[in-house]
């Protein structure tokens, strides 16, 4: 089976070697020569999908679906008009994807439909947090700590319609992911999203310790909102627990980065295979996994002589990656280490049956990066 990846970023790595734990061959497409998936995928294509360079089409042509991974809207758009023309099959709900791309739009499905999410400026108390309506994660995301900055941004900015100002809410933050046919779904393991000092995810971990009623309570959710959408595809729904109950900060109808490999290295599940039978089939084709082991997924970065624990942006100005496995104590490294003496990126992920066993792998791991440093 073949499976064409669209963007060799962030999404694009993850369902590169997500693909690959499937067992199917993929062939990747970008029009950047050097982007961080093309490192270990089977096949790289590097053309332009928008100007549907001809081995582009040729391309798609051969495999059994396309997968879209990046949220470049002529490239959705253009991959979207090739499926389309040349009847081929696609893993992506553009429906679901227009909402969840607007945190205007998706925010009014909340509200409309009883979903908790934080209160809206001018409710609620300082700070907010203010963030661009189009954008996903971290992008754009600015923290004020008065209703004057909050005044000041919309005055100054040249498109406050296209912002919006909530409250800022302390917690930990979770997500999760939902799979559909638009008749049945299905939700997989929580994950804990782990932030740096600019709000970008550094390390995922899986399971969360939040009790069997917060779980119920996150799934059910995470099932109202894919029904509401008649999800025909994958979306992950990210929460806070402000400790008066968990609310939505935002969905994303696509393929996430970081949750999807630590969920399969707890429970089992490749969400990639699930999304494929979806795709494929119309319909899931294998029962789900109830494994619960012990896994984190995290970044690290080695620059200017020093270790530095990133959030997932580092990643996406990686050059091409490499897979290794027991490298520097990590029981997987997504990386594009060349040498000790070169500065570096990488993904560490690891998994073991205990907690402990977990957090002592993490530290090997640590250790042995500042060993390279001596």
């Not at 609620?124 to 947090?129: A, L, T």
Request: net charge negative.
């Amino acid at each position: 089976m073949k499976v064409a990846i669209v963007g060799g970023k962030l999404q694009g790595t993850e369902a590169v070697y997500l693909a690959k734990l499937a067992g199917f061959e993929s062939i990747l497409i970008d029009r950047n020569p050097e982007v961080p998936a093309s490192g270990f995928c089977d096949e790289f294509v590097c053309g332009d999908v928008v100007a549907e360079d001809e081995k582009v089409i040729a391309a798609l042509k051969k495999v059994d679906f396309v997968l879209p991974a990046n949220e470049n809207t002529d490239v959705l758009a253009a991959v979207r008009r090739i499926c389309e023309r040349e009847k081929l099959k696609l893993a992506f709900d553009f429906d679901a994807y227009a909402v969840s791309s607007s945190k205007i739009l998706s925010d009014k499905l909340f509200y409309e439909n009883g979903i908790p999410a934080p209160v809206y400026y001018p409710q609620g108390e300082p700070p907010y947090i203010i963030k661009p309506s189009g954008e996903s994660g971290s992008a754009g995301v600015r923290l004020v700590h008065t209703r004057e900055e909050v005044e000041d941004f919309l005055l100054r900015c040249k498109d406050p319609e296209n912002w919006i100002a909530q409250e800022y809410l302390e917690g930990p933050s979770y997500s999760i992911e939902v799979i559909g046919n638009g008749s049945e779904y299905r939700t997989y393991a929580i994950t804990q999203i782990h932030m740096d000092d600019v709000y970008d995810c550094c390390m995922v971990t899986v399971p969360c310790e939040i009790g069997q009623r917060k779980e119920r309570e996150f799934a059910e959710i995470g099932e109202k909102i894919a029904r509401l959408l008649n999800l025909k595809g994958i979306m992950d729904v990210e929460v806070i627990d402000d400790g008066r109950g968990l609310k939505v900060l935002e969905i994303d109808a696509r393929i996430p980065s970081q949750t999807p490999i630590a969920v399969y290295y707890s429970s089992g599940n490749n969400l990639f295979a699930e999304l494929a039978d979806i795709a494929l089939y119309g319909e899931f084709r294998h029962e789900k996994k109830s494994e619960r082991k012990h896994s984190a997924y995290e970044h690290y970065q080695i620059k200017n002589g020093r270790l530095c624990r990133e959030g997932e942006h580092c990643m996406s100005e990686a050059k091409p990656l490499s897979v290794r496995k027991n490298f520097l104590g990590s029981d997987v490294v997504i990386s594009d280490f060349k040498s000790e003496e070169e500065p570096f990126r990488a993904i560490f992920v690891n998994w073991a049956e205990t907690e402990a066993a977990l957090e002592a792998a993490r530290e090997k791991t640590k250790q042995n990066l500042l060993a390279l440093l001596k």
